[in-house]
């Protein structure tokens, strides 16, 4: 694959998916497109990439997704920001809700890969709302690649994703299983995966009333004007007076000012202001 080649099937995963590879992950992207060209029986890359566009029904789009996204996560990651979402955010808006009348709590994982991070905010909620069972609660967590799901369906990790998980929660959320550990069903049962592209603005429309959006080291693999477009989209599927989390090496500050940012616990934080029900 030359870089004509390479900037062709770039644009085309960019105009489907939002994700933009820069022209110094050439080699990265033609290792895997090769893999997945030799699977599929093509020695030519204009014919795999007629396929592609023309004859695919959308599986070996995915296939390919599959093989070109990042999926190194654990539970904890980035733990002092998890800390200000159990510690500051969280009573915030579970006392707003209350003060209304409500129990219903939504928290959207958006970019979730294997799972850890969804499984960490439900054990977050049973550690924080004392009387969880009477709240309407559920995660959701979604994520463009199947395979990633697909393990964090079943719940299961090795001793390098539970490595920060603080002792207590290991015995009390967790079922060991030689080296592997499970999630135990209560917390698995706040937690619904399914797939969602980012960029399909259909589906992302549909996305509506989370109290939290977590999409932490995602945008980094867009750029400007699809982190611009999906921002739009979470600040509409907030709720006024919502969060959202990124990355620590993240920041909404170049995307959009309509989001307020605030100082909680010694972190930045972003909010959607309250009765603010306008898009971007």
Same mark, same amino acid.
């Given at each position: 694959?030359d870089?004509?080649s390479?900037?062709?099937? $770039?644009d085309?995963?960019?105009?489907r998916?939002?994700?933009?590879f820069?022209e110094?992950?050439l080699y990265?992207?033609?290792?895997r497109?090769?893999a997945h ?8 890359f204009?014919?795999?990439y ?12 995915q %296939?390919l997704?599959n @093989?070109?996204t990042?999926?190194?996560t654990?539970?904890?990651r980035?733990?002092?920001?998890l800390a200000?979402?159990?510690e500051?955010?969280l009573p915030l808006v579970? %006392?707003r809700k /209350?003060s ?5 709590l939504r ?7 294997? #799972? %850890?991070?969804?499984?960490?905010l ?10 969880l069972?009477?709240w309407?609660?559920?995660i959701e967590? !979604?994520d463009?690649? !199947?395979n990633a799901l697909?393990?964090?369906q ?6 390098r994703?539970?490595?920060n998980?603080?002792?207590?929660? /290991? ?5 060991r299983?030689g080296?592997?550990?499970?999630v ?5 049962s706040?937690v619904k995966?399914y797939q ?11 996305? +509506?009333g ?10 980094i693999y ?5 982190r611009r %477009?999906?921002?739009?989209h979470?600040?509409r599927?907030? !709720? ?5 989390? /990124?990355?620590?090496?993240e920041?909404l @500050?170049?995307i !959009?000012?309509?989001? +307020?940012? $605030?100082r909680?616990?010694?972190m930045?934080?972003y909010?959607?202001?309250? #009765?603010d029900?306008?898009?971007?």
């Open positions: 694959m870089i004509s390479f900037l062709k099937l $770039r085309f995963i960019y105009r998916t939002g994700i933009f820069e110094k992950k990265f992207v033609k290792k497109v090769k060209m030799e699977a599929l029986g093509f020695d030519d204009d014919a795999y007629r396929f592609l566009r023309f004859r695919d029904d959308g599986s070996a789009f %296939e997704i @093989s070109l990042t999926n190194e654990y539970f904890f980035e733990f002092d920001q200000v979402f159990a500051e955010c579970c %006392e /209350l209304r009348g409500s129990r219903r928290i959207w994982s958006a970019g979730c890969s294997t #799972g %850890e991070e969804p499984y960490t439900a054990i977050i909620l049973w550690e924080m709302i004392d009387d069972p009477r309407d609660a559920r967590a !979604t463009i690649d !199947t697909a393990r964090a079943e719940g299961v990790y090795g001793p994703s539970v490595r998980v603080p002792p207590e929660y /290991l015995e009390r959320y967790f079922i299983q080296d592997q550990y499970r135990k069903d209560q917390v698995r706040l995966f969602l592209n980012l960029f399909d603005h259909q589906r992302m429309s549909q996305m +509506k989370f109290d939290f959006i977590f999409c932490r080291n995602v945008l867009f750029d400007e004007r699809a %477009e999906v921002v739009a979470f600040y599927a907030l !709720t006024p007076g919502g969060f959202i989390f /990124l990355g620590h090496s920041s @500050s170049r !959009t000012s309509a989001f +307020k940012p $605030r909680l616990g010694g930045i934080v909010q959607k202001p309250e #009765g029900q306008e898009a971007i």
